[in-house]
């Protein structure tokens, strides 16, 4: 079975500073790791992915992802938040082995502070 | 249009009404998809179609019934729900289940209100 955990219901963080989304996972095998961002009144969308190779995963708007194997984590990063980027940020996991769909997590709140 | 729509975008219905939330992708992805969104679960995965064909049902009640007449769209049809029913209703559509793209692409939702 495959999880994924996000530990924050809520990150503040104020406007300039780097900001951190956390995310750990639990897969059988190897996992595909993904990031969504929801605006308010909007469905997902996209940030990024990692699949093979690199640990360091760049998305839009700025932000990247690190791949932890040894933490089984992939939390989401951006070195200088805006207050643009408050919204809903979604961790999402599967198996590499699997044919199932995406399994996300509850969901982190950002909000970045002027 | 582009990417996946749905309609209509909010909804306020009796619990004895009959009604249908349509979803439309454009993308010629082969599997769709039905999440609903609530405060008190935020990303519910309810019905999971590939190829046409429903492939999961999360111990969804019968009161939503979904249907998938081709690869392009996806309807959920309402009868006699109930007002924890409310909620965002998200349709998304990926290709293919396990292949290498297969992020999801999500519409904006459908807002629905059961009185």
């Known amino acids: 079975a495959q999880s994924v955990a996000q530990p924050e219901d809520q990150v503040n963080v104020a406007e300039g500073n780097p900001l951190t989304v956390k995310c750990t996972y639990s897969?059988?095998?190897?996992?595909?790791l993904f990031w969504y961002v929801q605006y308010p009144n909007r469905g997902l969308q996209f940030l990024l992915k990692?699949?093979?190779?690199?640990?360091l995963v760049k998305g839009s708007y700025g932000f990247e992802a690190e791949f932890n194997k040894s933490q089984t984590s992939f939390h989401l990063k951006k070195p200088s938040a805006l207050v643009s980027d408050s919204a809903l940020y979604f961790c999402?996991?599967?198996?590499?082995?699997?044919?199932?769909?995406?399994?996300f997590g509850k969901g982190t709140r950002l909000s970045v502070i002027a | 249009e582009t990417g996946v729509t749905q309609t209509p975008r909010h909804l306020v219905m009796g619990m004895t009404n009959k009604k249908s939330l349509k979803c439309e992708q454009h993308l010629g992805h082969n599997a769709m998809y039905w999440y609903k969104q609530s405060a008190k679960k935020p990303l519910e995965l309810m019905f999971v179609?590939?190829?046409?064909?429903?492939?999961e049902n999360n111990s969804v009640p019968s009161r939503f019934s979904p249907e998938c007449p081709n690869s392009s769209h996806l309807f959920l049809h309402l009868h006699t729900l109930q007002p924890e029913d409310s909620a965002l209703y998200l349709c998304?559509?990926?290709?293919?289940?396990?292949?290498?793209?297969?992020?999801?692409?999500f519409g904006p939702g459908t807002r629905l209100t059961v009185l």
């Open positions: 897969v059988s095998g190897n996992p595909y």
């Open positions: 990692y699949i093979t190779g690199d640990n």
């Open positions: 179609y590939s190829l046409e064909e429903r492939v």
């Open positions: 999402a996991v599967r198996d590499v082995g699997g044919n199932t769909p995406l399994v």
């Open positions: 998304a559509s990926s290709q293919g289940l396990s292949g290498y793209y297969n992020e999801q692409f």
